[in-house]
Nanobody, 128 residues
Framework: EVQLVESGGGLVQAGGSLRLSCAAS????????IAWFRQAPGKEREGISY????????SYTNSVQGRFTISSDNAKNTVYLQMNSLRPEDTAVYYC?????????????????????WGQGTQVTVSS
């Protein structure tokens, strides 16, 4: 059984930092790409960061480029999202998701339906 478990969310002041973790079990990181999505109240789920351990590809959307860093520890089957310079507009539930990796370019990497497995989400709240 595949499981993704996020942790590390919380309440932080604007300008602060958090590190999210996504621990995966039941799948091989070499065969999957992992992405972080977020969803704010009343908004659609938004893909923000992507990593494919098979070839080391990393991708970010403009909204987090330069502030967030994704990384993976294949020995621990864990993907991290280091979030710096947080803003109130970063407030959302953050999810990690796994999709079968077929190589680059992964054109649909920001499309939620591309991902087969999802974690339960972790709340991030940034106060102004």
């Amino acid at each position: 059984e595949v499981q993704l478990v996020e942790s590390g969310g919380g309440l932080v002041q604007a300008g602060g930092s958090l590190r999210l973790s996504c621990a995966a079990s039941g799948l091989s990181f070499d065969a999957y790409a992992i992405a972080w999505f977020r969803q704010a109240p009343g908004k659609e789920r938004e893909g923000i960061s992507y990593i494919s351990s098979g070839d080391g590809r990393i991708s970010y959307t403009n909204s987090v480029q330069g502030r967030f860093t994704i990384s993976s520890d294949n020995a621990k089957n864990t993907v991290y999202l280091q979030m710096n310079s947080l803003r109130p507009e970063d407030t959302a539930v953050y999810y990690c998701a796994a999709a079968r990796w077929h190589g680059w370019p992964h054109i649909r990497r920001w499309v939620p339906t591309e991902y087969e497995y999802w974690g339960q989400g972790t709340q991030v709240t940034v106060s102004s």
